[in-house]
T-cell receptor, first 113, second 110 residues
Framework: NAGVMQNPRHLVRRRGQEARLRCSPMKGHSHVYWYRQLPEEGLKFMVYLQKENIIDESGMPKERFSAEFPKEGPSILRIQQVVRGDSAAYFC???????????FGEGSRLTVL | GESVGLHLPTLSVQEGDNSIINCAYSNSASDYFIWYKQESGKGPQFIIDIRSNMDKRQGQRVTVLLNKTVKHLSLQIAATQPGDSAVYFC?????????FGSGTKLNVKP
């Protein structure tokens, strides 16, 4: 039973380019979360999605960031026109319906040059 | 958002000793708390959880204590091993949303 799969694990972009991070939740999980982590810091909530629905995006920056979880395929976190401050590790987590722990992927590390 | 903080950013313990990692939370309405362990370059791993209707829960070598009166959470690791070296995060939340603290780095000295 595969865990939460994230790709790419490492991504390098130049300022102004777009970054797309993908997350496939664990089998049977319908809830996906994205968190951002800066070096030596905790995880900051960004967005919570269910299939075809954004449930809570209160942690998402208002500009340039978007997320989706389509009916088919992985969840995508998209960052347009990246800036150096976007450099971070982005973690995806999934959970089944109902309250319970989040299962995390290994993260995607974005470096903006 | 709500804030979850930690008293000690770094903790060094001798191998074989017990470790105690503390966490303060601010949302008295939170009803679910989780401790995660994160090794360098990896994603957080679940250690143990506790619901607000409990004040103590034990796992294998780990115990979580919850004091709702002072909004304090702690993780106790018995007989700490080198493999326990990592950053530990507490997370508080409700049905589907969790907030994480900034983490405590645990160094286990041989």
């Amino acid at each position: 039973n595969a865990g939460v799969m994230q790709n790419p694990r490492h991504l390098v972009r130049r300022r102004g380019q777009e970054a797309r991070l993908r997350c496939s939740p664990m089998k049977g999980h319908s809830h996906v979360y994205w968190y951002r982590q800066l070096p030596e810091e905790g995880l900051k909530f960004m967005v919570y999605l269910q299939k075809e629905n954004i449930i809570d995006e209160s942690g998402m920056p208002k500009e340039r960031f978007s997320a989706e979880f389509p009916k088919e395929g992985p969840s995508i976190l998209r960052i347009q026109q990246v800036v150096r401050g976007d450099s971070a590790a982005y973690f995806c987590a999934s959970s089944p319906p109902g309250p319970g722990e989040l299962f995390f992927g290994e993260g995607s590390r974005l470096t903006v040059l | 958002g709500e804030s979850v903080g930690l008293h000690l950013p770094t903790l060094s313990v001798q191998e074989g000793d017990n470790s105690i990692i503390n966490c303060a939370y601010s949302n008295s309405a939170s009803d679910y708390f989780i401790w995660y362990k994160q090794e360098s370059g990896k994603g957080p791993q679940f250690i143990i959880d506790i619901r607000s209707n409990m004040d103590k829960r034990q796992g294998q070598r780990v115990t979580v204590l919850l004091n709702k009166t002072v909004k304090h959470l702690s993780l106790q690791i018995a007989a700490t091993q080198p493999g326990d070296s990592a950053v530990y995060f507490c997370a508080e939340g409700d049905f589907n949303k969790f907030y994480f603290g900034s983490g405590t780095k645990l160094n286990v000295k041989p």
